[in-house]
């Protein structure tokens, strides 16, 4: 089985920046794509990023291009998502998944097998 567990979350102004972990546990030998997802209130789970195994694919959702920048390291088992010029708009609960299906990037929710539990990120205007 696989664990995941964000932490980083939190209330930022509006233009500030926060920095989402999520660390993986368990048999994380099988991961290939791991990515980000966003939920608020009332709307359905979204993708924001995802990055392959090497790091050699990365993609981004284009309301955080440029803005959100999505990184891991295979060693320790983590990944992260730094989020800078925070809108309030990105308010929402992040989740971070792994697909161990596919060595390409999906963004459907559906095609990742392990979730998070997710982690309120607040941004006030």
């Known amino acids: 089985q696989v664990q995941l567990v964000e932490s980083g979350g939190g209330l930022v102004q509006a233009g500030g920046s926060l920095r989402l972990s999520c660390a993986a546990s368990?048999?994380?030998?099988?991961?290939?794509?791991r990515g980000w997802f966003r939920q608020a209130p009332g709307k359905e789970r979204e993708f924001v990023a995802a990055?392959?195994?090497?790091?050699?694919?990365?993609l981004y959702a284009d309301s955080v291009k440029v803005r959100f920048t999505i990184s891991r390291d295979n060693a320790k088992n983590t990944m992260l998502l730094q989020m800078n010029s925070l809108k309030p708009e990105d308010t929402a609960v992040y989740f971070c998944?792994?697909?161990?299906?596919?060595?390409?990037?999906?963004?459907?929710?559906?095609?990742?097998?392990?979730w998070g539990q997710g982690s309120q990120v607040t941004v006030s205007s």
């Open positions: 368990g048999r994380t030998s099988s991961f290939y794509v």
């Open positions: 998944a792994s697909d161990r299906r596919r060595s390409g990037i999906s963004t459907m929710s559906a095609d990742y097998d392990y």
């Open positions: 990055i392959t195994w090497s790091g050699g694919s990365i």
